[in-house]
């Protein structure tokens, strides 16, 4: 990464962190707090041990924000949500590649029904498959916690991993290929943000690290602008 340039860095708060009995005022908040996306966590409970939120809910704050809405799915089966969910007002969706019996599939009918498209990859799950579909990824996410719940330790091995999906992704680019945004989800606090996108992130969801401030569009906006100046500073 060329760190004597401005550096990418997109901010997606998770509302899986968020008050949900106020969920509308809560995105409201980090919208107006400078946030780049809000971060949408999808668990069923089956394939990771949680139950959280499905399309109407995704439906029902698509009216409260104008930033994109990246939707996470961990479900499993995952093609039968895609269409719900780019109803819904969805912008990016990403699934587990485990999660698929048919990956290329899957990621073309994400891109099909108008969303940009894009896989998750567990602590432990190596990232080879990326050599077979990288034309058809958006963004690369890679799991910092092992799924299921927030408010996790980061994992340290994922920094190796990062450069490893980093490299991947600037050779792609050299060979003429679209670009790819890599995202990196949990524990992602301002303490160790820098080093994470010294290791190749350019997007990052930040769940309790966010939610856990003063709740209002001030009080994150403050810790935002400390995950950036963060950053900023490499």
């Not at 924000?65 to 949500?81: G, K, Q, S, Y």
């Not at 003063?214 to 009080?219: Q, R, S, Y």
Request: hydrophobic letters at 45%.
């Amino acid at each position: 990464m060329n760190t004597t340039d401005t550096p990418t860095i997109r901010i997606a708060p998770s509302i899986l962190s968020a008050d949900f009995s106020r969920l509308g005022e809560e995105v409201r908040a980090i919208e107006a707090a400078g946030a780049d996306m809000v971060h949408f966590d999808v668990m069923d409970n089956h394939y990771v041990p949680n139950l959280t939120i499905g399309p109407l809910v995704c439906e029902a704050i698509r009216p409260h924000v104008t930033i994109p809405i990246d939707v996470h799915l961990m479900v499993e089966p995952v093609d039968a949500l895609i269409p719900l969910f780019a109803k819904a007002g969805a912008n990016i969706i990403t699934f587990h590649p485990e999660a698929s019996r048919h990956i290329d599939r899957t990621l073309s009918l994400i891109r099909e029904h108008g969303c940009r498209a894009g896989l998750v990859f567990n602590p432990a799950t190596p990232l080879d498959l990326l050599d077979y579909v990288m034309d058809k990824c958006d963004m690369i996410l890679l799991m910092s916690v092992n799924p299921g719940f927030g408010g996790q330790k980061f994992i340290p091995s994922t920094l190796t991993k990062l450069k490893a999906a980093r490299a991947r992704i600037d050779a792609h680019r050299a060979a003429g290929g679209q670009e790819i945004w890599l995202e990196v989800d949990g524990g992602v606090k301002t303490d160790n943000i820098a080093e994470i996108q010294r290791a190749g992130a350019d997007t990052f969801v930040a769940g309790s690290a966010v939610f856990s401030a003063p709740d209002d569009d001030k009080g994150y906006r403050t810790i935002m602008q400390q995950l950036r100046a963060q950053c900023r500073s490499l």
